[in-house]
Nanobody, 124 residues
Framework: VQLQASGGGLVQPGGSLGLSCVAPGRTFSSSAMGWFRQAPGKEREFVASISLAGATTPYADSVKGRFTISRDNAKNTVYLQMNNLKPEDTAVYYC??????????????????WGKGTLVTVSS
């Protein structure tokens, strides 16, 4: 299963950036979707996830109030809008899909499919 993420880049602290990820229709329509990130020298960590219908959206404490996850089921696409970005948000961001719930995929073990990462760099 191929998840295609895009939208990474360089942004100044306090700026905004949006990521998107397209999944195959069959996978998208049966999966919770989410985002993880991995900074250099650190483990991959959960950022946010969203349930099938979009009603449940768990977030990591570090991004609550700044990041918003959403999905468009007609376009098989999940989005991550990142506002008020900080240097510590610098990481490779990975799109993920889970056959479980949005709560299940708050750990790496709860993810069934991964996309290739997209680099987000927050720097002045």
């Amino acid at each position: 299963v191929q998840l295609q993420a895009s939208g990474g880049g360089l942004v100044q602290p306090g700026g905004s950036l949006g990521l998107s990820c397209v999944a195959p229709g069959r996978t998208f329509s049966s999966s919770a979707m989410g985002w993880f990130r991995q900074a250099p020298g650190k483990e991959r960590e959960f950022v946010a996830s969203i349930s099938l219908a979009g009603a449940t959206t768990p977030y990591a404490d570090s991004v609550k109030g700044r990041f918003t996850i959403s999905r468009d089921n007609a376009k098989n696409t999940v989005y991550l809008q990142m506002n008020n970005l900080k240097p510590e948000d610098t990481a490779v961001y990975y799109c993920a899909a889970s056959k479980g719930t949005s709560w299940d995929m708050r750990t790496v073990g709860g993810v069934d499919y991964w996309g290739k990462g997209t680099l987000v760099t927050v720097s002045s």
